[in-house]
């Protein structure tokens, strides 16, 4: 019999309520689409009309951010007294897109900028003592941080005993002493009223240049010109799709398929992408992974200097620098990933933590790879001598932020949220903190061994079509907190299978009828166990296949089981067979 590698999660039955189903009803959804965006926080008439609005309307008003009067007061202020500020942004991709944001708005705001991006290996994450010299020697007198400084007390009380004013913008976990900043603005601070916490630290940067540009002639349509930088950064990031990371997203992606500005086009060309058909996917596997590279294989100062770049031509030299670096990345990763999973070989452990002679700027990549691998949280370190440097990252059963503050008193420093968080420690303190953090993973660690994966419809296989596709467009864009829907198709008979090139497999699969094609990326093992005339259970995302002027439906599949082998997916199919709509409905 054919078993899941994972642990299949069904979706539970949802109840709607009057005045959702009379909203949902006039707007023609479906009682299937709206049952599966009421499992994703959308219960009142208001929420479904948020959901299906203008992205425009999905802004909120950026002073109510925390500390946006004392910001705007200093920017002012150095604008009247040609003061320099210098914009200090963060490494990944999502500092980098912040730090743009705040670059191209504060000049346009009439001030001026100097832009600085750290070393990962000399400075690491948050305000650098380096960077703080250097503010001093360029004759900066406010330094502006991005996506990076709630953590960083001592380096903000170092420049303030300088004479600079430290302004933070950031949307990291704040600890329960404030840094000496001149203002902080973040809105996970515990007195923050801004109605939407889940902004990435370049959602925060969009809001703030939103500020800056507000009652300037054409500012606010420069600033909304911005959101594709913070949609990318957003992406990277993997902050959730929605509320306003949402209305940010899909306006950015309009501005990035329409008119990418020349660094992006520059990146788009080399990854042999169109602009046109740019979605989230592509910002999350061809620009953000591109942007990245700089930080991690040497100097990100060259990604800014891409994004800020109004020069086709100097755009394109620094997209080939950033190709360039971004094939060396995925080489030594590849190495690397392989020598981690020797090294955690035979582990039974709630979690994983591992360590070697990595460089600092892949030790990130290495642990998404082992939780992708496991499905269990994971914490990778570089060894650096009398110091590892090390990145988490969370298979989402594990809130890393809170995780590693309560393995605090252990750290050099440490930061980070939910998902992915970073420390550093010495080396002497290691086994000391394995230990703890096994111990708390132990805590949190599921009942099931398998990785999880939630399933959004469960459907007999007559009723997957293209009316559910376009159905299920409606959800668009998808990311984190808003994935792409999952349907589970159940009773398919497979009529053809085989291994495809680069260890994919490729079926074809009966219904009644017609058939459904369906590839499995990089799961070779179901072309190794799946024989012709197998009943099956799939979980597979809904794609459309254009060939040869035609249109058909294909699945992208993430799994397969013996029909009926759930419980679940055998007690669905009988209820359609007594009642479909009631099924509907409920599934």
């Not at 400084?149 to 430290?166: F, K, P, Q, Y």
């Amino acid at each position: 019999m054919v078993e899941a590698r994972f642990h299949w999660i069904f979706p539970d039955a949802v109840a709607l309520s009057s005045e959702l189903s009379v909203a949902a009803a006039g707007r023609g959804v479906s009682p299937r689409l709206a049952a599966l965006l009421a499992r994703r926080g959308v219960q009142t008439a208001d929420d479904l009309s948020a959901w299906f609005a203008d992205p425009f309307a999905g802004l909120h008003d950026p002073a109510g951010l925390p500390d946006a009067g004392l910001l705007m007061a200093r920017l002012r202020d150095a604008r009247e007294r040609a003061e320099l500020v210098q914009v200090f942004g963060d490494f990944d991709a999502d500092g980098l897109t912040g730090l743009a944001i705040l670059t191209i708005a504060l000049r346009r705001f009439g001030v001026a900028v100097v832009p600085y991006v750290p070393s990962r290996l000399d400075e690491g994450h948050g305000l650098s003592l380096a960077a703080i010299d250097a503010a001093v020697a360029a004759g900066a007198s406010v330094i502006v941080t991005v996506d990076c400084g709630t953590s960083s007390g001592h380096e903000i009380a170092a420049a303030n005993e300088r004479g600079l004013d430290v302004i933070v913008t950031d949307h990291h976990r704040v600890p329960p002493v404030l840094p000496p900043a001149l203002a902080l603005v973040n809105p996970h601070r515990s007195d923050a009223t801004y109605p939407d916490r889940r902004l990435a630290g370049s959602g925060v940067a969009f809001k703030i240049a939103q500020l800056l540009l507000a009652d300037l002639p054409g500012g606010p349509a420069a600033a909304l010109e911005l959101a594709d930088l913070a949609t990318i950064g957003t992406v990277a990031d993997v902050a959730p799709i929605v509320g306003e990371n949402r209305a940010i997203a899909r306006i950015g992606l309009e501005r990035l398929r329409q008119d990418p500005r020349p660094g992006i086009a520059a990146l788009l060309e080399r990854a042999r992408i169109a602009p046109a058909a740019v979605d989230l996917e592509t910002i999350s596997f061809a620009l953000a992974p591109r942007l990245n590279a700089a930080g991690r294989m040497g100097e990100a100062l060259q990604a800014a200097q891409l994004l800020l770049a109004e020069d086709p031509r100097d755009a394109g030299q620094h997209a080939d620098a950033l190709e360039a670096a971004n094939l060396a990345r995925r080489d030594l990763t590849k190495t690397a990933v392989s020598e981690a999973r020797e090294l955690m070989a035979g582990s039974a452990e709630s979690a994983i933590v591992v360590r070697g002679p990595w460089p600092v700027g892949i030790v990130g990549l290495v642990a998404a790879r082992l939780v992708e691998d496991r499905g269990r949280p994971a914490v990778v370190g570089a060894d650096l001598g009398s110091v590892v440097r090390a990145s988490c990252r969370s298979d989402g059963a594990l809130d890393l932020g809170a995780t590693l503050e309560r393995c605090g008193d252990l750290f050099i420093r440490h930061g980070g949220h939910a998902g992915a968080a970073g420390f550093e420690i010495l080396t002497e303190r290691w086994q000391a903190f394995t230990e703890r953090f096994l111990a708390l993973a132990a805590e949190s660690a599921p009942p099931d061994p398998r990785v999880s994966i939630a399933i959004d419809l469960a459907l007999p296989a007559g009723d997957v079509d293209y009316a559910l596709y376009r159905e299920l467009a409606g959800l668009a864009p998808c990311g984190p907190g808003n994935p792409d829907p999952l349907v589970a198709v159940l009773g398919l008979t497979v009529t053809r299978v085989r291994a495809a090139t680069g260890g994919h497999s490729q079926l074809t699969l009966r219904r009644q009828r017609d058939v459904l094609d369906g590839i499995a990326f990089g799961r070779s093992d179901i072309a190794e166990v799946v024989r012709e005339g197998d009943r099956l259970d799939v979980v597979a995302r809904l794609t459309s296949r254009q060939f040869g002027g035609f249109e058909s439906l294909q699945l992208d599949i993430r799994d397969v089981a013996a029909s009926g082998s759930h419980a679940e997916a055998a007690g669905i199919l009988e209820r359609y067979r007594v009642g479909p709509a009631l099924a509907a409905s409920a599934g």
